[in-house]
């Protein structure tokens, strides 16, 4: 399985963007990017997911490089309730499959 | 609607004991997966029902762990003799053919 690379944590203002990266070098062509996120004491919930354009939801955009060697959620406005652990992980197909959990980023939010 | 549903919510057992973690998944979503979070760690994937195929039970740490999927929804996974590093949060998933995956709460299991 093709692995990703984050910061351990990144910190935060409220209502400001936040932009967390995610390496993924030895990504190949049928790889999805999705991100899933993990509130204190609950289980993981999906954010995004995107394969080579960029996408947007209600929740937050995934900006994928163009060699998609590596790829940026952003947040565009950080809420206290955003902060979380965010999870990068490299999928083979949208459909289903499981999914292997790297360490990922651990975002503080602060008022 | 309702989504994916765990129990116990806690389980606290003694070294040796067997345990059984129920799942009840979303109606209708043909995969199920069972992953599981140590204290401060990510989440390690155990095992995955897709429909009528095979389990993928590549993530299985032992064979005292087993897990079983009655009538393609509720699952229940099984650990025999427990021990002390089988400690941890026990979580559940479920998604439709296509799609994410929807996480239950979880089942904190506890060895003493």
């Known amino acids: 399985d093709a692995k990703t690379t984050q910061p351990n944590s990144m910190e935060s203002n409220e209502e400001e963007p936040v932009h967390l990266p995610c390496n993924h070098s030895?990504?190949?062509?049928?790889?999805?990017i999705h991100w899933y996120r993990q509130l204190p004491s609950q289980g993981p919930e999906y954010v995004i997911h995107g394969l080579t354009s960029n996408v947007n939801n209600r929740m937050a955009s995934l900006a994928i490089a163009e060699d998609r060697k590596s790829s940026t959620l952003i947040l565009h406005r950080a809420t206290l309730r955003d902060a979380a652990v965010y999870y990068c992980i490299l999928r083979k197909t949208y459909n289903t499959d499981k999914l292997i959990f790297g360490t990922g980023t651990r975002l503080q939010v602060f008022p | 609607g309702a989504g994916v549903s765990q129990s116990p919510s806690n389980k606290v057992t003694e070294k040796g004991k067997d345990v059984e973690l129920r799942c009840d998944p979303i109606s209708g979503h043909t995969a199920l997966y069972w992953y599981r979070q140590s204290l401060g760690q990510g989440l390690e994937f155990l095992i995955y029902?897709?429909?009528?195929?095979?389990?993928?039970k590549s993530g299985l740490p032992s064979d005292r762990f087993s897990a079983e999927r009655t009538g393609g929804s509720v699952s229940t996974l099984t650990i025999q003799r427990t021990q002390q590093e089988d400690s941890a949060v026990y979580l559940c998933?479920?998604?439709?053919?296509?799609?994410?995956?929807?996480f239950g709460p979880g089942t904190r299991l506890t060895v003493l």
């Open positions: 030895t990504i190949s062509g049928t790889d999805y």
């Open positions: 029902f897709q429909g009528n195929s095979a389990p993928d």
């Open positions: 998933a479920s998604s439709p053919r296509v799609g994410e995956q929807f």
